[in-house]
């Protein structure tokens, strides 16, 4: 759990109340402002967060996050009160598959198993054999058994990357990170020239041509890693600029440089996780609104690929179902 050293603001005071007397745990991806990391009890990556979601016994948690975040908290507890601080904070991987047109790809290949990305709706989950995150994707696909047919979504550029890393072909759903594809391989080509002694560090859900500069590729956390333990003092980091914060707070003397993206937007922030703020939190907290709710076959169903994530992610060997049938995808 966090250690709080928050400045004081009546803001940031009234959350850290309101948590007390909710009897809440507030969770928050490394993505959101430095501000709302800081009150957090938990701040991590999809796994760790999905992770700690699923083992707290609170009766009411809030996730600074995205909405599909807090859905994946939700079914693996449906009992507790999942809140989230704006239900506008979607994602553009959630947006590019919708559930009818994910199924109708799943049915034309109904003895592959469907790894699907955390980055999706909970009814998409509901028709997939297991879920991933970028932390333990390869570990799920190298579980698979070899004569299965491997179907990966939405995000393509992650799963070129894990078909490349793992050998495994795989039939890939055409989505990507509105964020992470906006990177600029050649304007990175270029800054590395200018800063031969930096490492250059980039989450897998860039293109291609951006990872051919990559010296570590990998999710939030194993990046956040890398920074830590590297004894380079230079990184460039092609990833959403929320992670500077907890990287410059465990290497304040590091020089951080942001990859480049096309043109000269603020392309490397996601335009959902910035919705969420203190204010917000504090209101969710305050009303315990706007709450995260599913319906029980909705539930019960994603919660089965969401569990054989966890169950390979904590070592432990899983049944493969033998094929996938429209009957299975009632909600």
């Not at 990391?37 to 948690?61: H, I, N, W």
């Not at 291609?208 to 460039?236: C, H, W």
């Not at 204010?279 to 919660?303: C, G, V, Y």
């Amino acid at each position: 759990m966090e250690t709080l050293t928050v400045p004081s603001n009546p803001v940031a005071d009234r959350i850290i109340k309101l948590k007390q007397e909710q009897n809440a745990v507030f969770l928050a991806h490394y993505y959101e402002d430095g501000p709302i990391q800081d009150l957090a009890d938990y701040v991590g990556d999809s796994l760790y967060l999905a992770q700690m979601g699923a083992k707290s016994t609170a009766p009411v948690l809030l996730m600074a996050g995205v909405v599909f975040m807090a859905e994946s908290v939700k079914i693996l507890s449906p009992k507790t009160r999942v809140l989230v601080p704006d239900l506008k904070a979607g994602c553009s991987l959630v947006d590019s598959s919708p559930y009818d047109d994910y199924l109708r790809w799943r049915l034309q290949h109904p003895d592959g198993i469907a790894v699907t990305y955390i980055n999706s709706s909970a009814a998409v989950k509901s028709i997939s054999d297991i879920i991933c995150t970028s932390s333990n994707a390869e570990k799920i696909i190298e579980s698979i058994p070899k004569n299965r047919p491997i179907l990966f979504g939405p995000d393509k550029n992650l799963g070129s990357y894990l078909s490349k890393k793992t050998g495994r072909e795989m039939i890939l759903w055409p989505g990507a990170c509105e964020v992470h594809v906006l990177f600029s391989a050649r304007k990175l080509f270029e800054l590395k020239e200018n800063h031969p002694d930096a490492l250059v560090l980039a989450h897998p859900e860039c293109t291609e041509p951006v990872l051919q500069y990559a010296d570590v590729i990998g999710s939030t956390s194993r990046l956040l890693k890398e920074v830590e333990q590297n004894p380079r003092k230079k990184f460039i980091i092609a990833t959403e600029d929320g992670i500077f914060h907890q990287m410059r707070k465990l290497r304040p003397e590091a020089n951080l440089i942001q990859a480049p993206a096309e043109g000269s937007c603020a392309c490397n922030q996601c335009p959902y996780m910035k919705l969420n703020t203190l204010e917000k939190i504090e209101q969710a907290l305050d009303t315990l609104q706007p709450e995260i709710l599913l319906p029980p076959q909705l539930i019960e169903r994603a919660k089965i690929p969401l569990e054989r994530m966890l169950e390979i992610s904590a070592g432990y060997d899983v049944k493969w179902p033998t094929a996938f049938a429209p009957t299975t995808v009632s909600i």
